[in-house]
Structures are given as structure tokens and as C-alpha cells.
């Protein structure tokens, strides 16, 4: 299956282990712009991979269909990623996507689009019935990119992730594969 996602000046597709100094350098440069959103785990950390790992587990999750990481490259510079995560097939048939920029190319409408071609990828390619996208209540961005897209909320889930130490509340968002006719991407070009 192909990976890669073209619309305007914007290309999604896997990371590869070329990527790491850039991925890096760029992780390093927005560490303080991410940190109130990242993940963190309540347990010891058994497992950190390296990059190379990290983009081998990455691989693997693809080739499953459990999920996929998509670097966002901007006019050829990696800029931030979005991930479809927990694929599930059966009578689901539904996906997570979660997502994060570089601070200095933030409001450029750069990430609705990304999240617009990860959503049409689940729905066009994977055949996925439906997309989910968690936020936190305190992030403005995040909530501004669902709004543009049109993601109906669903409710409050509490203390849904652990961030920063301690357990989030989020607040829910999904669309259905019947509800975005032509897809988000296109959705986006009509406006």
C-alpha cells in the first residue's frame, strides 16, 4: 500500500531512519511547545527505543494495519506528525489520530490538512467507518483543528491519558466515514 500523501506544498508519509536528525533536532527545538500535550506513561520506563526503533516499530504497526506514523513535511522540511493509532477492524472498524507541530510553522493550516488526508486515508484506503480524535480541554489549537473540520464532540472522557505526570481529562471527537461525502481534504479546498 502506498504511504504517501500529497495535497498542496504538504506531504505526509512514514519516518525512516534518514530522518533522525531532523526528527530530533525539530523534537528538541519544540520540547517546551509540546510538553502540556505529550503523552507520558505512569509506569517506569521498560521500553525506550531508539530512533531506529522507534521507526522499525513504526514499519511494523504499518505493515500490521495497526497503525500509522506519517512525518508532515512542509515545502520539504519535516514540520511535525500525525498517527493513526489503534486500528481496529471486526465490527469497529475505527482509528485514533493524534498529531503535533513545530511551534514556528503553527496557524499556517498546516495541521487540519494533515489531519484531513490521515482521516481520508482511514476512510478512502483503510475503509475504516470511523475517526476519533482526543483533545484536551485546555489546548486551543487542537480544538480549532476539529472545529475547521467539522469532527462533532462526543463528550468528556476523564482522565482518558496520562500526561505530565498525572491523569488528563480529554474531550472526544469523531466523524463517520457517511458523514464526510467527498472527505475532509476536499472539504477544505471548498472553503
Known sequence: MELELV????????????DRRAWEA??????AWLAPWEATSPEPATYRP??????RDQARAA??????????????????????AGVVRGSLQAATIGYWISEHVAGRGITP??????????????GLHRVEINIRPENAASLRVVAKLGFREEGLRPGYLHIQGRW???RSFALNRDEVGEGLAARLRGR
Not at 7 to 18: D, F, I, S
Not at 26 to 31: D, E, G, I, S, T
Not at 50 to 55: D, E, K, L, P, S
Open 7 to 18: 495535497a498542496r506544498e504538504l506531504r505526509l508519509r512514514p519516518l525512516r531512519r534518514a
Open 26 to 31: 525539530l523534537r528538541r527545538r519544540n520540547a
Open 50 to 55: 531508539t530512533f531506529r526503533q522507534y521507526v
Open 63 to 84: 505493515k500490521e494495519g495497526s497503525g500509522y506514523a506519517f512525518v508532515m513535511e512542509y515545502r520539504g522540511e519535516i514540520v511535525g506528525q500525525v498517527t493513526i
Open 113 to 126: 490538512l494533515a489531519v484531513a488526508m490521515a482521516a481520508d486515508f482511514c476512510w478512502f484506503r483503510l
Open 168 to 170: 488528563a481529562d480529554h
